[in-house]
C-alpha cells in the first residue's frame, strides 16, 4: 500500500511538475519579449540576489516540515507554528538588512542605481514565499501531493494572465516600472498559492493557544534539517549572488561599457542558459525516482541494484543531455528567434551546447550521493566549484574576454564538477 502510495505520489508530482514546467516555459516567453532586451538585461542583473534571497528566506524548509510531518511525533500545528515563527522571524531581520543595503548593492556591486527599487521590490515578496514554503512541506509530509499541484498550475495561470493583460500597460511608462512589476507579480502569485493550501487544509486542523508559543525542541529539529540541506544550494546561489559583481566591476575597468555588459550578460542568463537547461525537468524527475530507490537498497545492502540503477539514470540522462545539446547546437538560431524573437546569445550556445550533455548528468550523480548519505561531500564538491569558477571569471575578465569569461568559466565549473562527482560516487559504490 505504501509502495502503491509513492508511485502515484511520484507520477503526480510528475505530470505537475510538466504542466508547470509548460507554463513557465510559456510565461517566459511571454515576459521575454513585451519587456525586450532592455527590460530582460535589467531582470538578469538582479536575478542571482533575488536567488540568494529566495535561498535564505525559505532555508529549505519545506524539506524538514515534510520530513518531520511525516514522522508524526509531533502536533501538525506545532509544526507549522513554530515554523511560521523562524520564518517571520528571519524575514524581518533579511528585510532590514536589505533595506539598509539595497542602494550599496545597486550603486556599488552591481553598478546601476536603477537597481534599488528592484532589490527593494524582491525584499517585499520575501514573506509570501517563505510562508508559501511552509504549506508545502506540511502537504509534502501529509503525502498529498494534489494540493502542491493544484497550487503550482494556478500560480502559474495567474501568473500567465497578469502577464498577458497589466505587464503590456507597464511597458508604456517604462522598462523599468515594467520589470518591477513583474517582480510584484510574485505577490499576487504567492496569496493566491497561500489560499489555495487553505482551502485544502483538513476540517478537522485545530489551533489551541499553546501551539503559539514556539517549540524550541521542534525549531531544533527543523534547523537540523534544514541548515544541512540548504548548505549546498546557499553556496551556488552565493556563487551566483557574486557573478555579476565580478564580472561587472572588472569588464568596467577593462573598459567595456556598462550597456555592452548589461545586454550580454542579460543574453546569456535569459536567453542562452535559459534554452540550455530548459529540458533539465526530465533529468529532475529521474532524479526524484532515484533517491528513495536508492535509499532503499541500501538500506538492503544491495550494491548490485545500486549500480544497476544509477548506470540506468545516468544513461536516461546522458540521451537526454545528448538530444537536447544536439537540437539546441544545430537548430541555436532559428530556435532562439521562435522562442525569444531575439538572436542574442546565439555564439554563446555554439560553444556552450556540447559541454551541456556533461551538464546533465550533474543531478544525477548528485542526487545518487545524498541518498547515500553523503550529502556534505556534494557541499564541498559544489564549493570548489563555486571557487574554481569565480577564481576563472575573475583570470578571465582581467583578459579582456567580455562575457566569454563566463561562458569559459561555466565550461571548466561543468567539467569539474562531475569529474569530483563521478570520483565520489565510484569510491562510495563501486569500490562495494
Not at 154 to 171: A, G, N, R, S, Y
Not at 239 to 261: A, D, M, Q, R
Not at 306 to 317: C, L, N, P, V, Y
Amino acid at each position: 500500500m505504501r509502495k502503491n502510495k509513492f508511485i502515484t505520489s511520484t507520477l503526480i508530482l510528475m505530470a505537475g511538475g510538466a504542466i508547470t514546467r509548460f507554463l513557465g516555459f510559456i510565461i517566459k516567453i511571454m515576459y521575454t519579449r513585451i519587456i525586450g532586451e532592455t527590460g530582460v538585461s535589467l531582470y538578469a542583473i538582479v536575478m542571482p540576489t533575488y536567488s540568494l534571497l529566495i535561498t535564505i528566506a525559505s532555508l529549505s524548509l519545506p524539506i524538514s516540515i515534510s520530513k518531520i510531518v511525516a514522522e508524526q511525533k509531533v502536533k501538525s500545528s506545532k509544526i507549522l507554528l513554530s515554523s511560521t515563527f523562524i520564518i517571520l522571524l528571519l524575514n524581518i531581520i533579511l528585510i532590514s538588512i536589505m533595506l539598509l543595503t539595497s542602494k550599496y548593492i545597486a550603486t556599488n556591486l552591481l553598478n546601476n542605481p536603477d537597481c534599488y527599487y528592484l532589490l527593494i521590490a524582491m525584499t517585499l515578496t520575501l514573506p509570501f514565499i517563505s510562508i508559501s514554503s511552509i504549506l508545502k512541506g506540511y502537504f509534502f509530509g501529509r503525502q498529498r501531493m494534489i494540493p502542491n499541484t493544484i497550487s503550482n498550475i494556478i500560480e502559474q495561470v495567474v501568473k500567465i494572465f497578469l502577464i498577458l493583460f497589466l505587464l503590456p500597460i507597464l511597458i508604456q511608462k517604462s522598462v523599468f516600472l515594467a520589470v518591477m512589476g513583474l517582480i510584484l507579480f510574485n505577490i499576487v502569485t504567492e496569496i493566491v498559492s497561500i489560499t489555495t493550501f487553505c482551502f485544502f487544509a483538513p476540517k478537522k486542523f485545530t489551533i489551541q493557544k499553546k501551539d503559539f508559543k514556539p517549540n524550541r525542541k521542534t525549531i531544533k529539529e527543523i534547523f537540523s534539517i534544514s541548515l544541512p540541506t540548504v548548505s549546498s544550494r546557499f553556496i551556488g546561489n552565493i556563487g551566483f549572488f557574486l557573478e555579476p559583481i565580478i564580472l561587472t566591476n572588472i569588464l568596467l575597468s577593462c573598459g567595456f561599457s556598462n550597456e555592452y555588459i548589461l545586454r550580454e550578460y542579460g543574453a546569456y542568463n535569459a536567453y542562452t542558459i535559459a534554452l540550455l537547461t530548459m529540458p533539465s525537468f526530465f533529468v529532475g524527475a529521474v532524479c526524484s525516482a532515484l533517491i528513495p530507490e536508492i535509499s532503499k537498497y541500501q538500506s538492503q545492502n544491495n550494491y548490485p541494484m545500486i549500480k544497476r540503477r544509477f548506470w540506468q539514470a545516468m544513461t536516461f540522462s546522458f540521451l537526454i543531455g545528448l538530444f537536447f545539446s544536439s537540437i539546441i547546437f544545430f537548430y541555436r538560431t532559428p530556435l532562439l528567434k521562435i522562442i525569444y524573437n531575439t538572436v542574442l546569445g546565439v555564439e554563446y550556445l555554439k560553444i556552450l551546447a556540447p559541454f551541456f550533455v556533461l551538464f546533465y548528468l550533474e543531478a544525477p550523480l548528485m542526487s545518487m550521493l545524498q541518498a547515500l548519505g553523503a550529502s556534505k561531500e556534494t557541499m564541498k564538491i559544489t564549493l570548489i566549484g563555486e571557487i574554481v569558477k569565480l577564481s576563472a571569471l575573475t583570470i578571465f575578465s582581467f583578459c579582456k574576454l567580455g562575457i566569454y569569461s563566463l561562458v569559459y568559466a561555466e565550461i571548466i565549473n561543468i567539467i569539474l564538477v562531475v569529474f569530483l562527482n563521478i570520483k565520489k560516487v565510484k569510491k562510495y559504490v563501486f569500490s562495494t
